[in-house]
């Protein structure tokens, strides 16, 4: 039934609504109008038994006295005036039984006097002393039917659904009809919102329908329908000029593209070229260092030779002697020392070069002890770092073994070890950078630090940026710090980290795995 209702048209409801209003307004104002007429005529009806009552008692005051019960009957029978009375009874003062009665037909007889008598839904009654001379002589108990009563709230009853009826009967057509003076709008108002949700034509208007609600919510309608075509419109435009951003767009991220990969291209030969320096300038750093022992051993291996020449020459024509011969002994054994030293410093020149060159070159993977490496690789930046006054500290434990890409790490620590000697001591100042390392789970921790000059907070923050340097004009390319952060990230699968504060050093922190991933895997 809610369903129903809920699903009904609004005119449908308004009736309905309206008929339900009518109806329980009448039916609460018959209802009100009966009980209350039902309550006067009850009130009445008890008033009238009284004042009977009280005038056959006054009747019967001659008769109670003489004892004359013939009188007494003769003057309860006048009651059969009043038809509403269907009992009466007469009691004197000291008898229980009654004096003289008073019924009609199929009533029940007077019950002993002093019984209680309630009122019910069917019948009153009424209890009057009998007095003379203010003292009391007997009673008289009167009993009346409301049937005449029931009948007349029937027929109101009955009067009050008749004009229920008839006012529906009247008020339904005519709710119909005024119904319409609302419906009619809203449903114009709703008809119209169809076709615009139809054919999204917001050019479409309702017609006013007045000063009222109704007409209040056309008004809006019919406003919220031009902002929407305003809207609308702007919307077009804007789509235009967005399809028009979005080609402009499109051939800018096509020669964006284009641009990123020469960049990608150059940058990529850029960082070839920072690393074959690197390398380069080791080769002629180390050819420079190997130059010293080899000259040396020839020079010494040259006065061994005009020696042993003199010797020989002495020995040819007989003039040795043995002094001559102990001094050749002497300078023999100096001579050998000098160039064996001098070789064997050579040898390890070339040795520790071949291995960071082969390193840095084919960037293979290989089990080594960092410690060792570490000192390979500085003992080949030796003559760069015999041009300063800077002194370079290792404490890294022996026998940490690294299985990772020697090459990259070899790279890492050139690069860092000149950026150091580029921008730490730029103030002419002599100082001291510190390389320190450590296992830590399975990573290893490995610190290069300094003591010089520390960098600015905006610096740090853009020191692995490409192409950033302060010594753009001094040899800086911008490139080596960016290639310390992709071999850490990339080859080493590690991470690196800056701190700098100004006028206390800067101190970079390594942080990668004892052994790397291999390909495909990744770090736990």
């Known amino acids: 039934m809610t369903g129903t209702f809920r699903n009904a048209p609004i005119g449908r409801k308004m009736t309905l609504i309206a008929i339900a209003a009518a109806a329980a307004g009448l039916l609460m104002a018959a209802a009100a109008l009966i009980f209350m007429a039902y309550r006067t005529q009850l009130d009445s009806s008890r008033h009238d038994l009284l004042t009977i009552g009280e005038l056959i008692a006054g009747n019967t005051t001659a008769a109670l006295t003489f004892n004359d019960a013939q009188t007494a009957t003769e003057v309860l029978a006048t009651l059969r005036a009043t038809p509403s009375i269907v009992r009466a009874c007469l009691y004197l003062t000291d008898d229980e039984t009654p004096f003289a009665t008073y019924g009609v037909a199929e009533q029940p007889p007077c019950p002993p006097r002093g019984v209680e008598l309630v009122d019910g839904n069917s019948r009153l009654h009424q209890r009057v002393p009998v007095r003379l001379l203010d003292e009391a002589v007997g009673e008289l108990t009167l009993s009346a039917t409301l049937a005449p009563l029931r009948e007349q709230l029937l027929r109101q009853v009955g009067i009050t659904l008749a004009i229920l009826v008839g006012s529906l009967l009247i008020t339904v057509p005519l709710m119909s009809r005024l119904q319409r003076v609302i419906t009619d709008p809203v449903l114009r108002l709703g008809a119209l919102a169809r076709r615009v949700s139809e054919t999204s034509d917001y050019s479409m208007r309702v017609p006013d329908a007045g000063r009222d609600e109704i007409g209040q919510l056309t008004r809006d309608f019919n406003a919220m329908l031009e902002q929407i075509e305003r809207s609308n419109a702007e919307l077009l435009d804007a789509q235009q000029d967005l399809a028009s951003q979005v080609e402009e767009t499109q051939a800018a991220n096509h020669d964006l593209e284009r641009t990123m990969e020469q960049l990608r291209e150059t940058q990529a030969q850029l960082v070839q070229t920072e690393k074959l320096a690197s390398l380069g300038g080791l080769v002629a750093g180390v050819a420079h260092e190997i130059n010293t022992p080899v000259g040396v051993g020839v020079t010494a291996a040259s006065t061994l030779r005009s020696s042993a020449e003199t010797l020989r020459s002495s020995y040819e024509t007989n003039n040795l002697k043995r002094s001559d011969l102990s001094s050749f002994i002497d300078l023999t054994e100096e001579s050998t020392r000098i160039i064996l030293s001098n070789l064997q410093r050579a040898s390890d020149l070339v040795q520790s070069f071949k291995q960071v060159a082969v390193d840095q070159s084919s960037s293979e ?83 290069f630090s300094d003591d010089g000059v520390g960098m ?69």
């Open 365 to 447: 993977r290989r089990l080594f002890d960092l410690r060792d490496y570490v000192d390979e690789v500085l003992l080949s930046l030796t003559p760069r770092l015999k041009k300063t006054p800077h002194q370079m500290v290792v404490d890294i434990p022996p026998g940490l073994m690294v299985d990772s890409y020697p090459g990259a790490l070899a790279q890492i620590l050139t690069n860092l070890v000149g950026n150091a000697l580029l921008h730490a001591f730029d103030d002419g100042r002599q100082g001291t950078c510190t390389i320190t390392g450590k296992a830590v789970g399975g990573d290893v921790e490995l610190v």
């Open 456 to 524: 600015p907070p905006d610096h740090a923050r853009r020191i692995f940026d490409p192409f950033f340097t302060t010594k753009r004009g001094s040899g800086g390319s911008g490139l080596g710090m960016h290639i310390v952060y992709n071999l850490m990230s990339q080859m080493l699968h590690g991470r690196i980290r800056v701190d700098s504060t100004v006028g206390q050093g800067t101190r970079f922190t390594l942080t990668f795995p004892t052994q790397v991933p291999a390909a495909g895997e990744s770090i736990q």
